[in-house]
């Protein structure tokens, strides 16, 4: 377990994510359990990164399933393609021999596989991410609980398709939405929190190579400053990297000496129009003087 | 930890977390079995991760799991962290040691209501009056229960769709009806689409002395709210209306106490609802008030101004709006100030559309249901 751990934790890192032992430890439960992870956090936390760097560490196809309102198994999990089926039929009977039976016209060849399906179908373990599922339908959560948990897909007219091999599946939610009981019980589940100072800034060392340390470190010390004060929106681990390249594409050695230039380019942080304002008319430099 | 059989003892930890109201089964304590079986169970840091994951099912777990696990592995540690911090405050103690007890002029059914453990808790604490949970833990334990019942009316809210002429499903009985125009050939098709707007709800939250009891739970049920309908606006009132919709918006509870406490000045005074409605109608309702928003007002209806205002200001109010709706805690009582009450709240009836009790979690589940059927 131990190993399987640490090995968890070196792909990440190779993949470019910071990842602390407790996620790591969570992830190792995941490809031994072969469990879905649910994965909860504030927007910007770095939930969907994870399961991209999951696919990139483990070498493996990442199929993503984007959730919405209205999500419905078409979408998520297989279409008949009608327009070849017709097409079949038509030239079956200029041939003048038409399909033998209804197994011909309901076959594979005629199935088109949506993400769920896809990922059940791959031959090597598929990392699937099921992104915001707070955002789709009662009924689209009901549907997964048979995927999730036996890892096979109904198709009514071929019957039940069982995985080649178990996907390692990763869902997502910011919580706009409770979500059910059955749901949470098949998953493994983790709490991804905003990064404390030291966490951040490795990360920004990692993602924005050439930064200089100081710079890195008023930065991140802005942010996180940042994210105890009142905000519509507090500004995510994307933002703050946004943050540094724009600083560090413009050249600039220290915060404190270019105050014009963090409100400038506060934008890069603050996504509402209130928060910027406010930030605008003084309180960023209130920030940097804090942290000076 | 390592005393004794460790599967008996992780075993027995599951059940422990079973009776601190977490959802685990035979499959977690299975799960949970095997990982140990893997590992290093001397390093509790890592078991410690392992169960975590495992077990835990939201936020709240997360959070709460910590300090379970310590306190089972290491009740030592514990009870000396426990002795050192009852020292600054006493009931620290008595919240580490769970139970619901220490309720303050509660009446004895009300006390046996409140008190309870294990799988019927949270049952019992839906019915509880907030009024007597003097226990943090009950009190935390109700506003999280309160904020996951107003995230519930978006599932029923979102579920209800209308009628379209285009979409992916079928809608039988419109096309049944289109039909009889063409002799019951179904030419015309109609579909159903999923409702993607939801109205603006306009928050007015009581937060004078008389309602400090309940602040806590209908201020979680707000935030709640706030989350449900995005296009939220809130505000809080005593003999001043203050607008708290930015505050409401924060989703970190930790956050939310510490900016609380730099709000204080927005908390516990005298009661003006009338002069508040007609402050909200003056600044704000040209803004957030028009006949697609429903406005909720939490309030008990003790008011120092005349009655007569607060009729006409909710008159007003009403003709702006699509709906009044107000939640009264005062509602769920059987006391001496509840029989004073009834008559503001027989007045109220007349004059909104919708009453209900909301000194619980099962009265605010009527206002839940009724919000999901009208929204």
Not at chain 1, 44 to 55: M, N, Q, R, W, Y
Not at chain 1, 226 to 249: C, F, V, Y
């Amino acid at each position: 377990m131990q190993r399987t751990i640490e090995d968890v934790h070196d792909r990440l890192n190779a993949a470019g994510y910071v990842a602390d032992t407790t996620l790591a430890t969570t992830l190792s439960l995941l490809l031994q359990l072969e469990r879905p992870l649910l994965i909860e956090g504030d927007a910007g936390v770095g939930k969907t990164e994870l399961a991209k760097a999951l696919a990139r560490g483990f070498d493996s196809r990442l199929i993503r399933l984007q959730c919405y309102e209205g999500l419905d198994t078409a979408t998520a999990v297989y279409e008949w393609n009608y327009p070849h089926q017709l097409l079949a039929i038509k030239l079956h009977e200029s041939a003048d021999h038409a399909p033998s039976s209804e197994d011909d016209i309901f076959s594979e060849r005629f199935l088109l596989a949506r993400p769920l399906l896809q990922a059940i179908q791959e031959t090597r373990p598929a990392v699937l991410l099921i992104d915001e599922i707070d955002r789709a339908d009662e009924a689209f959560e009901a549907y997964l609980l048979e995927v999730l948990s036996d890892f096979q897909i109904s198709i009514p007219e071929i019957g039940t398709v069982k995985a080649r091999s178990i996907p390692r599946v990763v869902l997502t939610s910011n919580s706009t939405r409770e979500l059910s009981d059955a749901l949470r019980r098949r998953c493994l589940y983790h709490y991804l929190d905003y990064p404390d100072m030291e966490k951040e800034l490795s990360i920004v060392h990692r993602r924005v190579p050439g930064i200089e340390g100081n710079l890195a470190r008023q930065i991140v010390g802005f942010v996180q400053s940042l994210r105890q004060r009142e905000l519509r929106k507090r500004p995510g681990i994307a933002e703050t990297l946004d943050w540094a390249s724009a600083l560090s594409t413009l050249e600039v050695r220290s915060l404190v000496e270019a105050p014009e230039l963090v409100e400038n380019t506060l934008a890069c942080l603050l996504k509402t129009e209130e928060d910027l304002k406010a930030y605008r008319e003084g309180a960023a430099r209130e920030v940097l003087a804090a942290i000076a | 930890m390592a005393g004794t059989n460790p599967s008996r003892q992780i075993a027995s930890f599951v059940r422990h977390l079973r009776h601190e109201g977490f959802d685990v089964g035979i499959r977690e304590t299975a799960d949970a079995l095997r990982v140990a079986g893997n590992q290093n169970l001397l390093d509790n840091r890592l078991l410690c991760s392992c169960l975590r994951g495992l077990c835990c099912r939201d936020r709240s777990d997360w959070h709460r799991f910590e300090e379970i696990f310590q306190a089972f592995w290491f009740p030592q540690s514990v009870a000396v962290r426990e002795d050192a911090a009852a020292r600054i405050d006493p009931r620290i103690g008595q919240l580490r040691r769970g139970g619901v007890t220490g309720i303050a002029g509660a009446s004895q059914s009300d006390e046996e209501l409140v008190r309870g453990g294990g799988a019927g808790r949270q049952r019992t604490l839906a019915r509880a009056d907030f009024r007597f949970l003097t226990d943090l833990l009950g009190q935390r334990e109700m506003e999280e229960l309160a904020g996951r019942l107003a995230l519930r009316i978006r599932r029923r809210a979102t579920r209800r769709r209308r009628e379209r002429y285009c979409g992916r499903v079928v809608h039988m009985r419109g096309t049944f009806r289109r039909s009889l125009a063409t002799g019951g050939l179904p030419l015309h098709l109609r579909y159903l689409a999923p409702r993607l707007e939801l109205p603006r709800l306009v928050l007015l939250q009581d937060v004078s002395h008389s309602m400090a009891g309940y602040s806590p739970l209908l201020t979680r049920f707000a935030r709640g709210l706030m989350r449900v309908f995005p296009r939220s606006e809130a505000f809080v009132f005593h003999t001043q209306l203050y607008r708290v919709s930015n505050l409401y918006r924060e989703t970190d509870v930790l956050e939310l106490r510490r900016r609380l406490e730099q709000y204080q000045h927005l908390w516990l005074g005298g009661t003006q609802i009338a002069e508040s409605l007609r402050r909200f109608q003056e600044l704000y309702a040209s803004r957030f008030a028009n006949r697609q928003c429903l406005v909720l007002i939490m309030s008990d209806g003790f008011d120092t101004d005349d009655p007569h205002d607060l009729a006409k200001q909710l008159t007003l109010l009403r003709e702006r709006v699509r709906q009044v709706v107000w939640i009264n805690p005062m509602l769920g009582r059987r006391d001496a100030a509840n029989e004073v009450n009834g008559d503001v709240t027989r007045g109220l009836a007349a004059l909104v559309d919708f009453v209900a009790p909301g000194h619980s979690l099962e009265g605010l589940e009527t206002v839940a249901a009724y919000l999901a059927q009208h929204c």
